[in-house]
């Protein structure tokens, strides 16, 4: 996370964004950088169906759709508050302007960007598998390995719905929920007041 105070020295200001506001749409350009204060915001796809499928959740601290900002293209999804956000916004040339004369900040960028290739580079591996069950653990693995996921005596939490399960992973929640049973029984998940844990 860039400090607040560093990037306001260069213009970026505060923007709100009630629950379900659409921050950017998919195929136009961008014009910001955006980093998260508070709030939570998805970047999503519709196919030809209408079928959602979820790139990514992003929280406080964290910032979004920087590719197009560096490639000068579309950008390749929306981006929707999830919830009532406070986003900071910096114009992409000020942006590149502090990244210049800020270095570290830059590196901190291309860490970021990479660990992103990163996920969505093994998790299209993985999503290439037919069975859920497999698509569904690995998602979570991902997730225990690569983020912040809080550990209990039942194991680690997974901080996802299941409608957000099948939509990162390209599966209905109906198929989400009997894998997750389907793991439960195989004692690979544990399912506790509707939560569920991976097993340590």
Known sequence: MIQKELLEQYGAVEKRYAKSDVIFEVNTNAHYYFQIISGEVKMNNYNEEGKEFIQGFFKPGESFGEPPLFVNRLYPANAIAT??????????????KFLLEYPVEAISIIENLAQ????????????????PEHRVLQLIDYAINHFDLSQHENGYLVD???????????????????????????????IINRKVYRKI
């Open 160 to 190: 996802f719905t299941r409608q957000q399960i099948g939509d990162l992973t390209g599966l209905r929640v109906e198929t989400v929920i009997r894998a997750i049973k389907s793991l439960e029984k195989k004692r690979m998940l544990k």
């Open 116 to 131: 992103r290739l990163h996920y969505k580079a093994t998790m299209a591996a993985e999503i290439a598998s037919e069975d």
């Open 83 to 96: 919830e009532d956000s406070m986003i900071l916004a910096i114009t992409k040339d000020l942006f590149k």
